[in-house]
């Protein structure tokens, strides 16, 4: 295995510092673009060779820049297949917001596309916006440190945890949607329904067409779940869609962690990013504790604990202050509603490091079923006051009979545009109908969460925000840039089948 990919992380985290202690002079001279490639890469899981895409920098998988630093990136495709690279948490003029034919095509493979836009500092990340490509890990954290983050001086760990599958990506969603032949392996019994729309591009899909609810009827197990207008039978909510071959953090499994080596009273930033297509973790950080610090890039007021919940598309900072002495401390993830996990291992040099089981004994919880986390998050710099402008409703359905997933009751291709004018402040109200739960993100806006389940909160600023089964979750945002913005759940499969909408901004009167 190549040796920068597998410790990509740290060799960006170590230009960063480099690039930090760089005379201002110096730094302003250096400002050539900064070259990032789509390409193919080997990955070793758990003894087994796997192929897949990734964002290679020269510093390994990802990128990481300074305070104040441009992003200018030129991304070459070097994959066979045309792609499109979405800055997740960075708010880029439209044109090079990443989504296909929104306005810009897919960079051809060989072609290179140049970027260049201010900043916005936090963890964020970067993934193809075609969802088969997503799942087939074509995605890397894209880091911005601030002024604070250099002035605090704590060591940068960065958390970058997936779901992964041998099979192909279009196999996958075949047989969560529906595809059940040879006895369903890997899909939870209770699923079935439309045919996805296979390695079509998010952002140019067109209307459900090849539906196939045939395999459902047969299907053990579907008595516990329900659709819209279901009964809701034995099972709350469905909390994993398909059961993946590994769950990686750094692009590892547990039986080969990511050792990071750390100083004995280590004083840690962790940066977590859901990067998965369809599962949700928990931050265990164990003997650790820790402190969140921050969720989707954006300061709150911090909370001290050792398990804290993440869904895909969003991240989390945990500040981690080790005991003065040797040691090892695992930070794991922890499946929801599952017994699986991975993680990273922080490691005293010389330590004894002990292997930890990639199965726990115990089940993990669902995550946030009754968004007590969520309300316990407060931003430090909260939306200034001002009056609404224009209230939006979204509800969010769907079910597994079909596997079906909709916003306002439609599919991308067959939605109406949630629309806005330029600068108004905007609530959007996501009221989840279905029984699963759904992370969505709006492309070229951070919003405030200040509303869950009717009751008001100065929540935190996200651009991904988890709204479980039955809930209803408020947001204010200020309209940006008149343009069409990508608004979707993070869950791959839900998108791929439908679960896609626009914010239409015009311009202002």
């Given at each position: 295995m190549n040796t920068l990919s597998?410790?990509?992380?740290?060799?960006?985290?170590?230009?960063?510092?480099?690039?930090?202690?760089?005379?201002?002079?110096?730094?302003?001279?250096?400002?050539?673009?900064?070259?990032?490639?789509?390409?193919?890469?080997?990955?070793?899981?758990?003894?087994?060779?796997?192929?897949?895409?990734?964002?290679?920098?020269s510093g390994g998988q990802g990128l990481v820049f300074d305070p104040g630093q441009r992003f200018r990136v030129d991304l070459t495709n070097d994959l066979d297949v045309g792609t499109i690279i979405h800055w997740h948490g960075q708010i880029p003029p439209n044109a090079q917001d990443g989504v296909p034919d929104m306005p810009m095509p897919l960079l051809a493979p060989g072609e290179t596309r140049s970027y260049d836009f201010e900043t916005r500092p936090g963890t964020h990340w970067m993934h193809s916006h075609v969802p088969t490509q997503e799942m087939q890990l074509l995605a890397a954290p894209l880091i911005v440190r601030s002024a604070e983050d250099i002035a605090a001086d704590r060591q940068e760990v960065v958390m970058f945890l997936h779901d992964f599958s041998f099979k192909a990506p279009e196999e996958v969603l075949a047989e969560i949607s529906g595809g059940h032949?040879?006895?369903?392996?890997?899909?939870?019994?209770?699923?079935?329904?439309?045919?996805?729309?296979?390695?079509?591009?998010?952002?140019?899909?067109?209307?459900?067409?090849?539906?196939?609810?045939?395999?459902?009827?047969?299907?053990?197990?579907?008595?516990?779940?329900?659709?819209?207008?279901?009964?809701?039978?034995?099972?709350?909510?469905?909390l994993n869609d398909y059961d993946w071959d590994a769950y990686l953090a750094n692009d590892r499994t547990l039986s080969d962690p990511d050792v990071v080596q750390v100083e004995r009273g280590g004083r840690i930033r962790l940066r977590v990013i859901n990067?998965?297509?369809?599962?949700?973790?928990?931050?265990?950080?164990?003997?650790?504790?820790?402190?969140?610090?921050?969720?989707?890039?954006?300061?709150?007021?911090?909370?001290?604990?050792?398990?804290?919940?993440?869904?895909?598309?969003?991240?989390?900072?945990?500040?981690?202050?080790?005991?003065?002495?040797?040691?090892?401390?695992?930070?794991?993830?922890?499946?929801?509603?599952?017994?699986?996990?991975?993680?990273?291992?922080?490691?005293?040099p010389g330590a004894e490091v002990r292997r930890v089981d990639a199965v726990a004994e115990a089940e993990a919880p669902a995550f946030d079923t009754d968004l007590a986390q969520e309300a316990r998050l407060i931003a430090v710099d909260a939306l200034p006051e001002r009056p609404v402008d224009r209230s939006q409703m979204l509800m969010l359905g769907g079910s597994m009979q079909?596997?079906?997933?909709?916003?306002?009751?439609?599919?991308?291709?067959?939605?109406?545009?949630?629309?806005?004018?330029?600068?108004?402040?905007?609530?959007?109200s996501f009221h989840n109908m279905s029984m699963m739960g759904h992370p969505m993100h709006l492309h070229g806006h951070v919003f405030q969460v200040v509303g869950l389940n009717g009751r008001r909160v100065a929540g935190a600023l996200r651009d991904t925000v988890y709204v479980p089964p039955m809930s209803m979750v408020d947001v204010a945002l200020d309209a940006g840039e008149a343009a069409r913005w990508m608004l979707h759940c993070h869950h791959m499969p839900h998108l791929a089948t439908g679960m896609m909408t626009e914010f239409a901004v015009s311009a202002s009167v």
């Open positions: 597998r410790r990509g992380f740290l060799a960006a985290s170590a230009a960063a510092v480099a690039v930090a202690h760089m005379p201002r002079l110096a730094l302003a001279q250096t400002a050539a673009p900064i070259h990032l490639a789509a390409a193919t890469r080997t990955l070793d899981i758990d003894g087994r060779a796997a192929s897949v895409f990734g964002l290679a920098g032949s040879g006895g369903g392996h890997g899909v939870h019994a209770h699923h079935g329904g439309a045919q996805p729309m296979q390695g079509t591009p998010m952002g140019s899909m067109g209307a459900m067409p090849g539906m196939d609810h045939g395999a459902m009827g047969q299907m053990p197990g579907m008595g516990g779940m329900m659709g819209m207008g279901g009964q809701m039978g034995g099972m709350a909510m469905d990067a998965a297509a369809a599962t949700v973790f928990w931050i265990d950080t164990g003997a650790a504790g820790a402190r969140l610090v921050a969720a989707d890039g954006h300061a709150v007021q911090p909370l001290s604990g050792n398990r804290f919940g993440l869904a895909m598309g969003q991240r989390l900072d945990l500040e981690i202050d080790l005991p003065n002495e040797n040691g090892a401390w695992p930070i794991l993830a922890l499946r929801e509603g599952a017994r699986e996990r991975t993680g990273l291992i922080l490691a005293t079909p596997y079906v997933w909709t916003i306002n009751g439609a599919v991308w291709g067959q939605h109406q545009p949630v629309t806005a004018r330029r600068g108004e402040r905007v609530v959007l």
